[in-house]
């Protein structure tokens, strides 16, 4: 069996754009350059990899898609190896993909890239944002080395590293009756109208709070915008759990919020640092991850 890295270059470009065509015009190589290599690898596994569809491109079958995954990580290693007696001077270059969930990562990241961009200058780090369960399909595609994520639903598939613990509070209008006390129970809380921050899996974590204290919230809000609970709970639509805190506490259009910690003892949710089970990785995302830890310590 007989192939090159440049052959799986081209065959991961193809399914990455769907279109053979738009990745010869991204690999800046001709068309049947690209045919002609996926058409080897094709021979070489004795497989097909790829279904043509007239004029809508391609789609990759059972056998392509693990052999797509397989070849993300062969190539990211490739590149990493190239890049070894950089490594062995105390410098990393190369891309790095990491995916983060969406809610969070206004939180995190602009100061996290920023100071890893400072002690790992050569390394340009690829950020994809997105939901908990779309993210872990990327870490298992091999589209994302790492991601940041919630606790939440993690797969047997993927491993995970606590970075940091996040304990919930309520969110209340400034004026809200409520907001005067110093702490708050569910209890309280129990006859309120409650505005739902409605991500997958995030909403049966808040859910679950209510549930362990025998309690049925009156949910007349769901949102799945961060920024949107809190717009809501400004203008007096209800009062929130979260975990998030921002620095300020105004909504978008100006309206003040006050947090209140819970009395209740309830669990508080980790942001994780995950990747897949059982890989390798490279040393760049080895880097990143030790980064990672280190802000986190430091926060």
């Excluded at 993909?97 to 969406?102: A, I, K, P, Q, Y």
């Excluded at 995950?274 to 990143?288: C, D, I, P």
Aim: aromatic content about 8%; overall charge positive.
């Amino acid at each position: 069996m007989h192939y090159t890295l440049k052959q799986l270059q081209y065959l991961v470009s193809a399914a990455e754009h769907g279109n053979v065509t738009a990745a010869a015009a991204a690999l800046h190589v001709s068309q049947p350059s690209v045919s002609s290599a996926i058409a080897h690898l094709e021979r070489a596994f004795e497989v097909q990899l790829l279904v043509r569809h007239q004029a809508k491109g391609v789609s990759l079958t059972p056998a392509g898609q693990r052999i797509v995954v397989e070849a993300r990580s062969l190539l990211a290693h490739a590149s990493d190896f190239a890049e070894g007696s950089q490594a062995l001077a105390g410098s990393l270059s190369g891309p790095l993909e990491v995916g983060c969930f969406v809610t969070f990562a206004p939180f995190y990241l602009p100061r996290l890239l920023l100071s890893f961009a400072k002690a790992q200058p050569g390394v340009r780090v690829n950020v994809q944002e997105g939901a908990l369960d779309v993210l872990q399909d990327r870490l298992i595609s091999g589209s994302c080395e790492l991601a940041l994520l919630y606790d939440l639903g993690i797969r047997d598939t993927v491993e995970s590293q606590v970075l940091t613990r996040l304990v919930p509070y309520a969110l209340l209008a400034r004026n809200h009756p409520l907001a005067a006390r110093k702490a708050l129970s569910l209890k309280d809380l129990s006859q309120e109208p409650l505005v739902l921050l409605d991500l997958p899996h995030s909403r049966d974590y808040f859910r679950a709070m209510f549930l362990r204290s025998g309690i049925d919230p009156r949910i007349t809000h769901r949102s799945l915008s961060f920024e949107m609970v809190r717009g809501l709970v400004a203008n007096g639509h209800g009062y929130s759990i979260l975990n998030l805190r921002p620095h300020g506490d105004l909504s978008y259009d100006g309206a003040r919020l006050v947090c209140r910690p819970l009395k209740d003892p309830l669990p508080p949710l980790s942001v994780v640092l995950a990747w897949v089970k059982g890989a390798r990785l490279t040393r760049r995302a080895k880097a990143f991850a030790e980064h990672c830890r280190e802000y986190f310590l430091r926060a």
